[in-house]
């Protein structure tokens, strides 16, 4: 396999680079704006673009690019060696639970392998498991199950000397990233085929430069990462609404704390856990007859390290009535479905007396008197 790119006006740079070699703020801004007036770039003003509209912008403008410095450094020479990178189950970190005060802490910091390395510009092999969601297993003696699954992601991590910079050029010679943060390529930002990375210093000389190619892997499938169970608290506990969580060593903690490089997701409401085992429905009926359903939720942010994940997503309630039900606590005017310590209890708007109280771990449903 061989590697090799050329500098030339179809090779598509991202406008902002231009600035890493030294053109000013203003002129940028007079090349994005004309370069949009040309229909050539999206309204952001700072997509990827053909490099022959931006030197056509340019000398209409009277402003100089740093075309020599460009031209070295999209140049990638034939017949450097390409650094497979390929997953296997023993690159990625085996998950540890430990009790930290209350909480049920479970490690999944990342696993890097180096690959190459000058001074401060480092690029490694990061093997890490994400989009963590939760599985209800059956309740037994009074004791509920959970398990935690995800999937492996590999990426290639790089360290940026301080005042650096990052260029990625894939196999057609093209630009396709610089200065991401954190620096970190994955297989579909070079389209699974053979990339160059070069790390550039403060002084925008090239420090280290690697072929790399991402080689195919099966397909990937969640993986169950480990299980617990949850248990009632007594009635007259303050935190009655919420369950106790045993893990491995960990035993009656308030919150599972899933914790990622420095970041962390927690698992400590009973809404978070409504999914019904196996993704079947659970059903109960309501004083007037209606038939309130606990469904998965297959639409939304169900993912604990998804930015907008919410603690009421991993569930959809459903009313035979046709009336919607949410569990979203903003929306004062809806029906909602509101965990209290005895159950799920479903309320009209502007209602103090549930329709339905419905325990779907522990116990059956009953209908308020």
């Known amino acids: 396999m061989n590697l090799s790119a050329s500098f030339n006006g179809s090779t598509q740079v991202n406008l902002r680079f231009l600035r890493e070699l030294g053109v000013t703020e203003k002129d940028l801004g007079s090349l994005r704006d004309d370069l949009h007036k040309r229909d050539q770039l999206a309204v952001d003003g700072f997509n990827y673009v ?36 390929r997953a296997a189950d023993t690159d990625f970190p085996i998950p540890s639970v430990s009790a930290s005060g209350k909480d049920a802490a479970i490690n999944f910091d990342s696993n890097r392998v180096l690959l190459a390395e000058n001074g401060e510009a480092k690029i490694s092999k990061k093997s890490s ?42 196999a057609r010679g093209h630009q396709v990233a610089y200065n991401v943060r954190p620096a970190e390529i994955t297989p579909g930002m070079v389209d699974n085929k053979p990339f160059t990375v070069k790390v550039l210093g403060a002084d925008k000389n090239v420090v280290l430069e690697q072929a790399f190619n991402f080689e195919k892997t099966p397909g990937n499938f969640s993986k169950k990462l480990l299980d617990g169970s949850f248990t009632q608290r007594a009635a007259d506990d303050p935190l009655a609404e919420k369950p106790l969580f045993s893990v491995g060593d960990a035993k009656d903690s308030d919150r599972v704390l899933l914790k990622r490089d420095g970041k962390s997701f927690s698992v400590d409401r009973y809404e978070q856990l409504l999914i019904p085992p196996k993704t079947t429905k659970q ?38 009535d046709g009336r919607n039900i ?33 325990n779907p771990f522990f116990g059956e449903p009953h209908v308020p008197r």
């Open 50 to 85: 053909r490099f022959s509209d931006v030197e056509r912008s340019a000398r209409s403008l009277g402003i100089a690019l740093p075309t020599d410095a460009l031209k070295q450094l999209f140049t990638v020479a034939g017949g450097a060696p390409i650094t497979g990178i």
């Open 129 to 170: 498991w994400e989009n963590f969601f939760l599985r209800r297993t059956k309740t037994d003696n009074g004791v509920a199950g959970f398990e935690i699954h995800g999937f492996q992601k590999q990426t290639l991590a790089i360290d940026v000397p301080k005042n650096g910079s990052l260029v990625i050029i894939n």
């Open 283 to 320: 059903a109960f009926r309501a004083a007037n007859n209606t038939t309130f359903e606990v469904h998965a939720q297959i639409r939304g942010s169900t993912e604990l390290d998804d930015p907008s994940y919410s603690w009421f997503a991993n569930a959809k309630i459903t009313g035979s």
């Open 326 to 358: 949410t569990l979203d606590p903003s929306l004062k005017e809806s029906r909602r479905a509101i965990w209290t310590k005895d159950g799920l209890a479903i309320f009209d708007p502007h209602k103090e007396k549930p329709l339905a109280v419905f």
